[in-house]
């Protein structure tokens, strides 16, 4: 069963088909939402309005889903389960990157600065310009599956197993600067589901609903709240002010 939950409830949003994805919208689409299911099909939903979705075409094979939904400007970027990204502008969908390492596992991180991260099962890392489509670096960062990454203007985060905090400084010529390296607290899934910076600290919130802060440029925990939050975990974060 698909249930999408907003202001309201909608059953079978894909066709009874898991939901494997949202993403809401930002500027010009902030009234939007972005779902991929496991029906191969790409939705739009408006918040505003209590009608059906918008279904967008991204030429998904019957046999894939999208796996991530990501708004990216005017453009709409889908990472399906076979290792495609795909690009949605003006209504015309493109494959523009397609890798089969990354095939049923990845993980997807964006910044506002129209770059895109890719993280895989063995630690492998691409990061790829959306502009041009480009490939920044391809490369192994760290031993074993990525369970979590954040992108930054800057620099990127990487949580591995056992709670590994890696964070690495790159230039959009390709090269890296390993910078630091921490853990989280013993956990039984020891991996941040939702991040936010707040001056010179990292504020990550984990999978068994607590938060951490730490010191970005050392990843040396300042402060914990442990399990603040519900089983389900911390699933957003938002500093104001």
Sequence with gaps: MSILCLERSIENAHGGSPVWSVCPGGGEEQDWILTGGGDAGLSRWKLTVDNQAEQLQCGIAESDFPKHVQFLGSSIYVFTNSGHLINIEKGRAQSVYH????????VLAANRDGLIL???????????????????????????????????????????????????????????????EGRLPEAKQRWFSAFETWKSDLVLGDRVGSLHILDKRSLAIKQTFKKIHGRNGVTDIKSLG
């Design 99 to 106: 890798d089969e390492s990354f095939s049923s596992y990845a």
């Design 118 to 180: 890719i993280a895989g099962l063995q630690g492998n890392v691409t990061l790829l310009e959306t502009q041009n489509h480009s490939t920044v670096l391809n490369s192994h960062f760290i031993n074993g599956k990525v369970f979590a990454a954040a992108l930054f203007s800057q620099e990127f985060l990487l949580n591995g197993p056992d709670g590994l905090l890696v964070i690495y400084r790159f230039s959009r010529e390709g090269v890296t600067e390993r910078l630091a």
